[in-house]
């Protein structure tokens, strides 16, 4: 009981002692208190750090008689199991003395017990009070709870000393920056109206410190504008708790005029009334005469900047623009709400961007001048235009950077005439040293001041050891050569000269361009030895063919108009061949361009070999070969009858086989021939005329002469109109399908040809065997079929609608020509589309000269037309290239005998038996069978006979226009006609 009583009034003394004590003082007192009023024998406080892992000694002491100890600074708690545990569980923990006090605690001679109580605040363990003692003293429940209240009575005035420090510091620190920002405090009560002012507020209104002032007056300070508002301001705020801020005028009690700062809130009593009116009171005078002068000074810079023609801007000291003046803005079309920060950069060129923006970041960062060249917005030309930043950074007292000025310049004239120089200087440097020409420069000493590349390879010498060296010291051979004479006059005289001379060291010719300049010579050179050496050559190649050495063309066509330009003077008769190799092309594409060569060489050996006085022969190109005759007799008849006989003799002598010439063939030519007239002829027009002569022979059959005769000429004129006039007549639809029809043994119409007819608006109708070959040679036959098979659809679409086909068949013709070409397929089945008409009523009849071409290609466009129900006559059978093994393969559906065989049956044999023939062998194949041609009642009985049962003839109709067709169709119907009939 004794022990517990001790133990308050020390407990109670403690927390006395406390009070105004310092944190020092009480960690001794703490220590000590273990000590004498605990009776333990050694005591030790330590302050943990937060992360638990270490706590600070703060005071140690043993009793009286025990060894001293030298207490360590800190001890590493984490190693401490006992103080582990003491602060996970919050309440003492009892145990041996800790290893890492072993050294500290050597002293003792007997082993310590130790008590660990920690020293708990509400939300850590702010430190652990070790106490040490005998292991044969007992602990009892009293010192245990002894020793938690001293931890709690320690923590409890730890915690209040710390914070009235804390509340000194702050009150210490809220009065300097009151003194430095002329802050002060003050507060109003509006029962009493007494007004209480810090001693900063009173320093403020030059009043002596703890002066005490009414309302009335304290407002007398307040010039009387701003009166009446403060009064309002403080009312309310006592009133309805309203805050204000407010800025006004006063007079100080020295007279002074002052601009102060007012702020009040409202402060709240137990029943929520307004208690008091408290606030902050600020001289801030000094910062509007500042900010005024900061802003005329703005003024000023803005004026001045606004003044200047360049771009003038700043920035903060991060880099962010806040100023640029009006001529950035006039200049790029940039708005104050988008420039600030990094808006400017909108105005940037975009390929400038990134680099002006890396070079800014980099001077910010480093704080170095910023300097570039860059591209910005011009919105008035509505392109850009060069311009040079540059920027300083202006630092404070403590040489830190705040601020950024920069100036922006236009260099964009002189920036596009760097570019323009450079580019000038680099493209001539980079033109001298490609041209192929040699090219050098001499001063007025005759010394070399450029050499290019070319210079070096054409005169083999290094630029290195002729460069600020005379040439004549480079080229010491010169000395006393005409080409010194040239250089020396063109340097004298000041005029140009060319020259070509001969440099014999290295068996050279060169060509020189030398020029005069202000600064000495300019000279061009090349080598013009091939030249100079390939004269002759060139002249041998400009008349000559190089592969059969007979004279060409330009050489042949210069003696032509020399024969005639002298026959003008002295009449004399000449002639001229064309001679043109039959199938040539088929024998260079089947044996080869080598074996072609080959017989053109041999060709133009045998023609030399031909011994004729006045004999010319010359190859034109290609397999086209000439011969000039001169000295023809003076009688035409003789000189024509002289012409053909020496080309006969030409056609006999290319006839015969080559075999000595191991080519082992047998060719034949063509050769269309002319006399030249001598009244007045022309280069020109012989050769049209030979040309025609060559074209006849051609066309009959080749492998013969042809001479030249006016009816040519007229055939050619009727073939070029021909050509004209097709293209119109298809654009102006004269081409017109008639129709012939297709009738049975009974007499039936079962279907029709349609045949086409050119109406010529003056020449009226044209035969198809005028215009067709034609059509054919030029490929207009395509867009001539097309149009064709698109009027025959068109007229059987209407037929159908007025149901006059009755089921029949329309065929149309088309050439192989047509149907070879690529979209033949599309191109029918989009005018069968299109015209909505049943594929099944169309025919298309093809000739057996399908067969020339590929096979597979020709049964695969005939077998996808005939899936859609077209099908399929081969016209003129027998007359062709027909095979019966071609013929099995095509989808065909009838055979048609060509009116050849039909026309004198039944009485010629030959066509009996070619006929019976055609019929059986369609038979036999499944095909229906037509018969052309047919014209009289006694060849269609015969046909019915062998078993033919569909005719085709003037017996029965000639082709005619559609409404005549019609009108046949309707009579064959009408009863009363077919009995007259």
């Known amino acids: ?126 430190g652990l009070l070790y106490v040490f003692q005998s292991d044969q003293v007992i602990l009892s429940e009293a010192c245990l709870q002894g020793l938690s209240s001293l931890a709690d009575t320690l923590a409890s005035a730890t915690r209040r000393e710390r914070d009235q420090r804390e509340m000194r510091q702050a009150d210490h620190l809220r009065l ?137 801007w700043t920035a903060d000291k991060n880099g962010q623009l806040d100023y640029a003046n009006r001529r950035f803005h006039a200049i790029t079309g940039i708005t104050n709400d988008v420039f600030p920060g990094d808006g400017w950069v909108h105005a940037l060129h975009p390929d400038d961007v990134v680099r002006c923006m890396e070079e800014w970041r980099n001077s910010i960062t480093k704080q170095e001048p910023y300097d570039i060249d860059f591209r910005l917005y011009h919105k008035s030309e509505d392109d850009y235009r060069w311009y040079r930043v540059n920027a300083d950074p202006v630092r404070d007292e403590q040489g830190q950077v705040y601020k950024w000025y920069g100036s922006t310049l236009d260099i964009h004239d002189r920036k596009v005439l760097e570019e323009e120089l450079t580019q000038a200087a680099d493209t001539l440097s980079r033109t001298l040293e490609s041209i192929t020409d040699g090219f050098f420069t001499l001063d007025r000493n005759w010394n070399f001041t450029y050499f290019n590349l070319e210079a070096e390879h054409l005169l083999r010498k290094s630029r290195d050891k002729v460069l600020n060296r005379s040439i004549w010291q480079v080229f010491p051979e010169l000395s006393g050569s005409e080409l010194e004479k040239r250089y020396r006059r063109a ?31 300019t000279v061009y050179f090349r080598d013009v030895t091939e030249r100079k050496r390939s004269a002759d050559k060139i002249e041998f190649l400009a008349y000559q063919d190089p592969m059969t050495h007979l004279p060409n063309r330009r050489l042949f066509q210069e003696r032509l108009e020399r024969i005639i330009a002298t026959s003008q003077e002295a009449p004399a008769n000449a002639g001229v061949m064309l001679i043109d190799l039959d199938h040539f092309k088929v024998l260079n594409d089947t044996l080869g361009h080598s074996r072609g060569d080959q017989l053109l060489k041999a060709v133009a050996r045998r023609l030399e070999s031909l ?35 020496v080309a006969e003799k030409v056609l006999a002598l290319l006839g015969k086989p080559y075999e000595s010439e191991n080519l082992g063939l047998q060719r034949t030519c063509s050769i269309g021939i002319t006399l030249v007239d001598p009244e007045g002829d022309s280069m020109e027009e012989v050769m049209k005329r030979v040309d025609l002569a060559l074209y006849d022979v051609k066309h009959r059959g080749r492998n013969a002469v042809s001479l030249f005769d006016p009816d040519l000429q007229a055939e050619a004129n009727a073939r070029a109109w021909l050509e004209r006039n097709i293209p119109a007549g298809i654009k102006t639809n004269e081409f017109i399908p008639y129709y012939q ?53 068109a007229q059987m679409a209407h037929w159908t609608k007025l149901d006059a086909l009755d089921g029949m068949a329309i065929s149309v013709n ?33 000739t057996e ?38 013929l099995k393969q095509l989808p065909l559906d009838v055979l048609k005998i060509d009116q050849g065989f039909v026309q004198d049956l039944p009485d010629d044999s030959n066509d009996v038996a070619i006929v019976q023939t055609i019929i059986a062998l369609a038979h036999s194949l499944g095909l229906d069978v037509l018969a052309e041609g ?48």
């Open 1 to 126: 009981m004794a022990f517990h009583t001790r133990l308050q009034a020390a407990l109670a003394a403690f927390g006395r002692a406390g009070q105004g004590a310092s944190l020092e003082e009480l960690y001794r007192q703490t220590v000590e208190l273990a000590i004498d009023a605990l009776g333990f024998e050694a005591a030790l406080l330590i302050e943990v750090q937060s992360s638990n892992e270490e706590g600070n000694v703060v005071a140690g002491i043993t009793s009286t008689g025990q060894p001293d100890v030298h207490w360590p600074d800190a001890l590493p708690l984490s190693r401490d199991n006992l103080a582990r545990l003491a602060m996970e569980r919050g309440e003492p923990a009892i145990g041996e003395l800790p290893p890492l006090l072993d050294e500290t605690m050597k002293g003792w001679t007997q082993p310590l017990q130790t008590l660990c109580i920690p020293v708990n605040e509400p939300d850590r363990c702010w």
């Open 176 to 312: 300097i920056a009151g003194r430095a920002a002329n802050l002060g405090g003050w507060s109003y009560d509006p029962h009493s109206t007494e007004v209480h002012w810090s001693d900063e507020v009173c320093a403020i209104h030059e009043l002596p410190s703890g002066c005490r002032l009414t309302g009335e007056e304290a407002l007398s300070f307040y010039l009387p504008e701003y009166r009446e508002r403060i009064v309002s301001l403080v009312e309310a705020c006592a009133r309805a708790g309203m805050s204000f801020d407010e800025e006004a005028e006063i007079l100080t009690a020295m007279g002074n005029r002052r601009q102060v700062r007012v702020i009040g809130n409202a402060v709240s009593g137990t029943s929520n009334d307004v208690r008091e009116v408290q606030g902050a009171f600020q001289d801030i005078t000094d910062q509007r005469h500042i900010e005024k002068r900061l802003a005329r000074s703005h003024e000023q810079f803005r004026q001045l900047s606004d003044a200047m023609p360049g771009i003038v």
């Open 491 to 521: 340097m004298a005289e000041c005029i140009s000269l060319t020259s070509e001379q001969y440099y014999a060291p290295l068996d050279t010719w060169f060509e020189n361009h030398i020029y005069p300049t202000e600064e000495g010579l």
């Open 611 to 645: 011994e004729e006085e006045g004999f010319h022969t010359a190859r034109l190109g290609g397999d086209e070969f000439a011969i000039l005759l001169e000295h023809l007799p003076p009688s035409l008849e003789e000189a024509a009858f002289r012409l053909k006989r």
């Open 741 to 793: 029809p297709k009738m049975d043994s009974e007499g039936r119409c079962v279907g029709a040809e349609a045949l086409l007819r050119w109406i010529h608006h003056e020449r009226g109708v044209i035969s198809p065997g005028e215009f067709i070959p034609i059509a054919e040679e030029t490929g207009l036959i395509n867009a001539l079929g097309q149009s064709v098979l698109r009027q025959v659809c």
């Open 814 to 846: 088309i050439s192989a020509r047509q149907f070879h070409e690529r979209g033949f397929v599309d191109e029918v089945i989009t005018i069968v589309e299109e015209t909505g008409i049943d594929p099944a009523r169309l025919q298309l009849e093809v």
């Open 849 to 886: 000269t399908l067969l020339l071409d590929d096979m597979n290609q020709t049964v695969e466009k005939m077998s996808a037309l005939r899936n859609l129900g077209i099908s399929f006559a081969l016209d003129d059978f027998g007359t062709g290239y027909s095979s019966l093994a071609y």
């Open 934 to 981: 047919v014209e009289t009642a006694e060849v269609q009985d015969f046909l019915i006979q062998e078993g033919c049962r569909v005719f085709q003839g003037y017996l029965y109709s000639r082709p005619v226009p559609a409404e005549d067709f019609e009108r046949y169709l309707q009579n064959l119907d009408d009863p009363a006609n077919s009995k007259s009939e």
